[in-house]
C-alpha cells in the first residue's frame, strides 16, 4: 500500500525472477544429478559386459583336430567364402522344413566343405577364406543392435568356444590341403556387431599360435572392405552393419545399390580388371552384374530360420 503502482509492479518483477531463477537453479541441479546416476549405471553395465566377455576369451582352450585329407600341388587360388555361421542359433522341431542346428550340425557342415575340397581334381598353391559376418547368432539372445530377441540354444560363452572350435578344425583342415592359408573377416555384421569382431580377432591370435604364423588373418574392422588376388579385387561385406544401416544390400543388385558401390570403388582407386563384391546377411545365393563389378551374395551356413 505505501508504494506507487510503478514501485509495486518493479518489486512483483524482482520477485518473480528470482522465484525463476531458484526454480531453474533447482532443475539444473535434478538434471545434473540424474544425469551422473545414469552415466554410473552405464559405466557399471560396460564394465559387466567387458568382464563377461574377458570370462569367455581366458577361459577357451584351444582344441586338436586329426583331419586327414590328401594333397596334391598346383598353381592356382581357391577362394572360400563362408557368411551367416550364426553359431547358437536355434531352430524347433516343428519348423516348416526342419533345420536342427547345434555343434555336431556345424562339425557336419565343416566336414561335407572339406570333403568337397580334397575331392576337386585339383589342389591349389594358395586358400584364402572370407568370412562375411554374423559368425555368432547374437549377444544374451539379442542382435547386439538390441530390440530383436533370437531364440538360441546356447549361451554368450558357448557360441564363442564353438565357434572357434570348429573354425579351427576347418582351417586345420585347409591347411592340410595346402600350407599356404590367409582368412579375411568383414568388421561389422547385425547379428553379431563388435561380439563377433572379439571373437574373430581372438581366432586370428589362436591362428598365429596354433601354425606358427603360416596362416594369415585379416578382421577388418569397417563393414565394408577389400583384397586383391591377382587381377581380382574382392570387396567384402555383411550387407549390413551393426548400427546405422536401416535396410540392408539387396539379394540382387538395384541402382542405388551400386550407386554406392561405384563410390567406394571409385573413392579407393580400384581399377583392377576384374572387381567382385561379395555380400552376406540374406541367407540366400544370387548372382548378378553391374557396368564395374559382378555382385554375388553368398549363401548362409546356417540355412533358414524357421
Known amino acids: 500500500e505505501e508504494m506507487t503502482v510503478q514501485e509495486a509492479s ?30 554410473t ?48 542359433a536355434y531352430n524347433s522341431e516343428y519348423s516348416i522344413y526342419g533345420n536342427p542346428y547345434d555343434q555336431a550340425e556345424l562339425h557336419k557342415r565343416f566336414f561335407t566343405i572339406l570333403t568337397r575340397l580334397s575331392n576337386l581334381p585339383k589342389t591349389y598353391d594358395k586358400i584364402v577364406v572370407v568370412n562375411l559376418g554374423d559368425s555368432l547368432d547374437g549377444y544374451n539372445e539379442e542382435t547386439t543392435r538390441g530390440g530383436h530377441k533370437l531364440p538360441q540354444n546356447m549361451n554368450n560363452k558357448e557360441q564363442v568356444k564353438v565357434f572357434l572350435d570348429e573354425m579351427l578344425y576347418l582351417m586345420e583342415g585347409l591347411h592340410e590341403l595346402c600350407k599356404n592359408v590367409s582368412y579375411y573377416c568383414v568388421g561389422e555384421a547385425n547379428h553379431c556387431g563388435d561380439y563377433g569382431w572379439l571373437a574373430n580377432e581372438k581366432l586370428a591370435s589362436i591362428f598365429d599360435i596354433y601354425f606358427n604364423g603360416d596362416v594369415e588373418s585379416q578382421i ?54 576384374k572387381i567382385v563384391v561379395l555380400k552376406g546377411d540374406l541367407h540366400q ?3 548378378t552384374y553391374g557396368k564395374k563389378f559382378m555382385y554375388w551374395s553368398i549363401g548362409s551356413i546356417f540355412g533358414s530360420s524357421e
Open 285 to 287: 545365393s544370387a548372382i
Open 10 to 39: 518493479t518489486y512483483t518483477l524482482n520477485i518473480k525472477e528470482k522465484t525463476f531463477l531458484k526454480k531453474l537453479e533447482e532443475d539444473k541441479i535434478k538434471f545434473n544429478e540424474k544425469k551422473v546416476v545414469d552415466l
Open 41 to 88: 549405471k552405464e559405466v557399471q553395465s560396460l564394465k559387466d559386459q567387458f568382464k563377461n566377455i574377458q570370462e569367455v576369451f581366458n577361459d577357451y582352450k584351444i582344441p586338436t583336430h586329426n583331419v586327414n585329407l590328401p594333397i596334391e600341388t598346383s598353381k592356382d587360388t581357391l577362394l572360400v567364402v563362408l557368411s551367416d555361421i550364426h553359431v547358437g
Open 220 to 273: 577388418f574392422d569397417k563393414f565394408i572392405n577389400h583384397f586383391r588376388i591377382n587381377d581380382t579385387t574382392f570387396i567384402c561385406t555383411h550387407g549390413k552393419d551393426n548400427r546405422d544401416m536401416f535396410s540392408n544390400y539387396p539379394l540382387t543388385l538395384d541402382l542405388k545399390t551400386e550407386s554406392k558401390l561405384n563410390e567406394y570403388i571409385d573413392y579407393h582407386n580400384i581399377n583392377t580388371p
